[in-house]
Structures are given as structure tokens and as C-alpha cells.
């Protein structure tokens, strides 16, 4: 039933008119300065959806001017911190205005269910900007009571110009994480856009200068990585970056951004996250939860609960219920009403979590669903569930970023420790139990980022999200985020004559 939809469906078409392509420089939308573009495509169907104008270096370096004279000669860095609050509350009240439109496009670029970008996401971006925009006004520094006669001072000041390079799975989230607290905090932005994903973040940049935001302080620069992306990275005039994507490609950009000016980095990077089953768990909602930690988003995610760990006393019926919900999963056009799952982001993605399906069963993995794709075009995949995997098999070691389960065996917790922590990635973790020690003990133990006890895929604008190991440096969102975008300033002066 899963695989059905997509063959027959004529593609609803999208209720959106796609107004900007170009580059957003200096608060205008202009072309690249080599003319060209680039086409973003329907995942539903691999068909153009537009042409957008192809940043490369040289746009970079207007980009970058352009955030450079918006810092440094103001007045974003300069104004009321109320103001700038006040610019990010009205942008959060346009998202509003125009979300329908804004999720349609969303959902057109990226193939995720209009469900969910007009239900989770875009509510999300608007309240991501209003948290930011709360702490605007509330970031302030401390004195310290020094030795000797001196008034010390810390001061917390903007970076400065922040680069920002986000991937095609969350393009609104991933812009809400980044631009929130590096705008609240009084720094100029260039934003390299995913090449898959180019439209909403144009859109929404356009509503933030509706909302009073000085040109210049935003930059959005489509394009693709080794052209755009590296020459961000290696640009001297960038004080700070921050980048979202594969561990590939973070090493690169701390390479170049080590060998350019040093600029500090945060990096949100890849993940191979477990999702734990105690023998104590209510089986039905253990099975739920964990299909959403896995299949939630196409199985695009960074911190998809993509092992999942079964206590073996539930694990046979944990395996028959998984498999008939993943049976279950709605397959279809994400415009569609009630379906679950649409098309990957794009024949590349495709074509690399077939060829893992099929190292699955080639190593002895139990297929027990799915298995291939759906339906005959676009990029649809039946959600497709491993059985009796083994710790040394690639879909239990590599992050496949799609809509893939890989159940495994364990028969006690300190054993799953072991097991779930021998990873070079630390992202997050799930924990289904109901007995407080083993949720105490497991969420202690885990070493990732994120442990979820009997949730998942929580994100609080306030919750700080980022990896341990090579899943990451630094933090996101929550008051974490603002020290990626300030300086510590001490200021010393001598008390005289003092009284005291
Ligand atoms: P990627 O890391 O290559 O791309 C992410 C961003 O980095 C894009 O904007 C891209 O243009 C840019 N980029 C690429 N090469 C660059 C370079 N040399 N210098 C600067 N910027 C560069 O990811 P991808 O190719 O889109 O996907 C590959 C794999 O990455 C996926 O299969 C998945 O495993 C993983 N991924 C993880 C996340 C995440 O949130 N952690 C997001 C997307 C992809």
C-alpha cells in the first residue's frame, strides 16, 4: 500500500508563485556577476522548478563588502538592542502574514509533506525569531571584582560578519538557527544557501527588510559549496563561521577557515544516532516513537534515531510491529492530505540510500520492508526496516539519510552503552524505558548531544542542540547559540582615590 501513491498521482500543482531567484546583496535581488544560474528541481518528479542565479566568489566578495559596511559603518550593530528586537518580532509577525506561502514553497524545493511545513516548521522559524528577539535586549556583561584597585569590565560585542552555510534538509530551520541569534546579537550575515533548497530562504530574507532591516546586514548567496561555500569559508573579511551538513564537508570548512584568518567555527555535522528499547517499554508506543525518530522528515536528518536498540524479551514483537507500521507509512505527493512520506531531495540522495538497502541485504541483514523505490519517477522510497542487524555492518555504522530502520538485539544496559557509544558520532540518543534507573543511567552514559527520554525530535527554540564528537562543534539555539556570535571584551580602568 506504502508504494502505490506516487505512480499514479498527477503532481498537485503548488499553491505559490516563485518571486525571487536572484542574489540578495545589499538588500537588493540581483544577479550573479557571472550571469549564470542554476536549476532547482521538484523532488516529486525531477523536473525544473526555476533558475536561480549561481553566487560563486565573486559574489561572495560583494556579499561580503556589503555585510562589512553594514557592521562596521552601521547602524545594526549601533542601534537600540529594543530595535533590533523589534525588527526580528515584526519579521516573526510576516511569517505569519505569509505562511502558507512560504511553507508551499518549502515543501516544492524539498519534497517534505506540506504537513509538516505548514505545521511544524514555519511555526517554528516564527518562534525561533520571537526567542531570539527576546534576548536582543537582554545580553549584557558583568563586572569583576578584580584585585587590586581596578574597575573591570566585560563587555559582549558582535562578531562581526558571520558566514553561514546551511543544507537542503530544514532550509527554514536551518535559517532560523542561524540568522536568530546572529541578528539579535548585532552581526552582519552572508548566507550560502543548499543548491537544492534556494527558494525559501530568499523569500524569507525579503520579509526580514519588509520588517525594517537595514541593507547590507542580511546576505543570501545561492550556490554550490566547493565555488561559493569555500570562498565564504576562506574569506578574510569573515569573523566567524557557522555550518550545517555532512562531517565531510565540516572538516573541509575548518581546514579553510584555519588556513584563511583563524575565524572561530561551530559545525552541526552528521549522525548515527540510537534509539533504546528497554524490555519494560509499552511495545506499541516504543514502535511509534521510534518509526517517527527514523522515518520523521524522509529520514533526513541529521539526528535521525537511525539504530534502533530492542531489549531482546520485546524484540520479536518489536520487529512484527515495526514492520507493519512502516508498511503503513502514506507514501505520496507531500501536498497530498495524509501522506507521510514524500520523495527525497534528489537523485544522488536516492540512488545512495538504495545502494545502502542493497549492502544491507548483501550482509546478511533480515529486509523485513520496503527495500526499493516507490513508485516509477521522482525520488520515492518505500520506508524500508532491517532486522538482526550486526554492529559492523555499514547501515549500522554510516549515516544513510533516508528512510531506512535498522533494528538490533542487546540484552542489557551496560552492554548497549558499550554498543550504542562505539560510534565516531554523538549527536543525539532515545531512551524508551519507564524505570527511572535505566533512564537516569542510559542518559548519563550516552555520549551525544541530545538524549530524548520516551520523546524524540523536541526542539525548543531554548534547547540547545549540537554534537559530541565528529557530530559537531559548539551548540545551537537556546543561550548557547548568542556565544557563537559575541566577543568578550575586558575593559580595565584604575579606580582613583577610592574611598573604599
Ligand atoms: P554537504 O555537507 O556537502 O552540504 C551542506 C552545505 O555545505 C551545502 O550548502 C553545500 O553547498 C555546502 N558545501 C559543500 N561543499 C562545500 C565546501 N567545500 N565548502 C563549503 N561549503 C560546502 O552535504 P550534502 O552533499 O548535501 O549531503 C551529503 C550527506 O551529508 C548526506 O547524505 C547526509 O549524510 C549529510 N547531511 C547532513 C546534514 C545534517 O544536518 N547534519 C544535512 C545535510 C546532509
Not at 561555500?229 to 555550518?243: E, I, N, P, R, T
Not at 545512495?352 to 516509477?376: F, H, P, Q
Request: glycine share 10%; charged share 20%; with cysteine.
Amino acid at each position: 500500500a506504502a508504494a502505490a501513491a506516487p505512480a499514479t498521482d498527477e503532481p498537485i500543482q503548488p499553491p505559490v508563485e516563485i518571486k525571487y531567484t536572484q542574489l540578495l546583496i545589499n538588500g537588493n535581488f540581483v544577479d550573479a556577476a557571472s550571469g549564470k544560474t542554476f536549476p532547482t528541481l521538484d523532488p516529486r518528479t525531477g523536473e525544473v522548478i526555476a533558475r536561480v542565479a549561481e553566487g560563486d566568489s565573486e559574489d561572495i566578495n560583494r556579499a561580503v563588502a556589503a555585510a562589512r559596511r553594514a557592521f562596521d559603518e552601521g547602524p545594526w550593530p549601533r542601534m537600540t538592542a529594543y530595535e533590533r528586537c523589534r525588527v526580528l518580532l515584526r519579521f516573526a509577525d510576516l511569517i505569519e502574514r505569509d505562511a502558507e506561502e512560504i511553507a508551499a514553497l518549502e515543501t516544492w524545493d524539498n519534497g517534505k509533506t506540506l504537513a509538516q511545513s505548514a505545521g511544524a516548521e514555519v511555526p517554528m522559524l516564527a518562534r525561533c525569531m520571537r526567542y531570539y528577539a527576546g534576548w536582543a535586549d537582554k545580553i549584557h556583561g558583568l563586572v569583576v571584582p578584580a584585585d587590586g584597585p581596578h574597575h573591570v569590565q566585560v563587555l559582549h560585542e558582535p562578531v562581526g560578519v558571520a558566514g553561514q552555510i546551511i543544507p537542503w534538509n530544514f532550509p527554514l530551520l536551518m535559517f532560523a538557527w542561524k540568522v536568530g541569534p546572529a541578528l539579535a546579537c548585532g552581526n552582519a550575515v552572508v548566507l550560502k544557501t543548499a543548491e537544492q533548497t534556494p527558494l525559501s530562504a530568499l523569500y524569507v530574507a525579503s520579509l526580514l527588510h519588509e520588517a525594517g532591516l537595514p541593507d547590507g546586514v542580511l546576505n543570501v548567496v545561492s550556490g554550490f559549496g566547493p565555488t561559493a561555500g569555500a570562498a565564504l569559508c576562506s574569506h578574510m573579511g569573515v569573523d566567524k563561521l557557522a555550518f550545517t551538513g555532512s562531517t565531510g564537508t565540516g572538516q573541509i570548512v575548518l581546514e579553510l577557515a584555519a588556513r584563511s584568518n583563524l575565524k572561530p567555527v561551530t559545525l552541526e555535522l552528521g549522525g548515527k544516532s540510537p534509539f533504546i528499547v528497554m524490555d519494560d517499554a509499552d511495545v506499541d508506543q516504543a514502535v511509534e516513537l521510534a518509526h517517527h525518530a527514523v522515518f520523521f522528515n524522509q529520514g533526513q536528518c541529521c539526528c535521525a534515531g537511525s539504530r534502533t536498540f530492542v531489549h531482546e524479551r520485546v524484540y520479536d514483537e518489536f520487529v512484527e510491529k515495526s514492520k507493519a507500521r512502516a508498511q503503513k507509512r502514506v507514501v505520496g505527493d507531500p501536498f497530498r492530505y495524509g501522506v507521510e512520506q514524500g520523495p527525497q531531495i534528489d537523485e544522488e540522495q536516492f540512488k545512495k540510500i538504495l545502494r545502502y538497502v542493497r549492502s544491507g541485504v548483501d550482509s546478511g541483514a533480515t529486509l523485513v520492508a520496503g527495500g526499493d523505490r516507490a513508485g516509477n519517477r521522482g525520488f520515492y522510497i518505500q520506508p524500508t526496516v532491517f532486522a538482526d542487524a550486526k554492529d559492523e555492518m555499514k547501515i549500522a555504522k554510516e549515516e544513510i539519510f533516508g528512510p531506512v530502520q535498522t533494528i538490533l538485539k542487546f540484552s542489557g544496559v551496560e552492554e548497549v552503552i558499550l554498543r550504542a557509544n562505539a560510534t565516531q558520532y554523538g549527536l543525539a540518543a532515545g531512551v524508551f524505558t519507564k524505570g527511572l534507573d535505566a533512564a537516569n543511567t542510559l542518559s548519563r552514559a550516552l555520549r551525544a548531544g541530545t538524549v530524548w527520554v520516551n520523546c524524540y525530535d523536541v526542539f525548543d527554540a531554548g534547547i540547545p542542540f549540537g554534537g559530541y564528537k565528529m557530530s559537531g562543534v559548539g551548540r545551537e539555539k537556546g543561550i548557547y547559540a548568542l556565544r557563537n556570535y559575541l566577543q568578550t571584551k575586558a575593559v580595565v580602568t584604575p579606580i582613583r582615590d577610592a574611598a573604599w
